[in-house]
Every structure is written in structure tokens, then in C-alpha cells.
């Protein structure tokens, strides 16, 4: 992924808009889950590009620590 472009992925079920920034950072929005505007952000070091493995592994180890009552990442 270009910086500034976005995909989007689908994993477990939810549905995610990834966006790849400036200094190898991705953006995470979380557009099918329960709460607005929740997601997250990760980059990589050294700078380069996620492949779409690591995106969707990325995106399947935030799923696993979600609190299902809150859809928010549990305590």
C-alpha cells in the first residue's frame, strides 16, 4: 500500500478501513464495529510496507483482546 491510500479488509467477521500513512504507519478504522471512530494505529520498523498478511494478522490479534460487552479493548 502507497501512504494516504486505503483498503479494506474483512476479518472475523468485522470490517476494517486500513489506511497506510507517512513513516510506515498504518491506521485501523474499525467501521463495522460497535463504537464510532475506534480503531488503532501501528507502524513498522525498519520503514517499509505491511503485507496484506501482516495487515490481516495485525487485525485478527486486535479482535482477540476486544472486550465483548464494551467493544472496547478489554482491561
Do not use: C, K
Request: proline share 7%.
Amino acid at each position: 500500500m502507497s501512504p494516504d491510500s486505503a483498503r479494506e479488509f474483512t476479518v472475523d467477521g468485522e470490517t476494517f478501513f486500513v489506511t497506510a500513512e507517512p513513516r510506515s504507519q498504518y491506521r485501523f478504522d474499525w467501521v463495522s464495529g460497535p463504537n464510532p471512530d475506534y480503531g488503532f494505529v501501528t507502524s513498522i520498523y525498519p520503514q517499509g510496507h505491511m503485507t496484506d498478511e501482516q495487515i490481516v494478522a495485525s487485525i485478527h490479534d486486535f479482535l482477540a483482546e476486544i472486550d465483548l460487552e464494551t467493544g472496547y479493548l478489554a482491561d
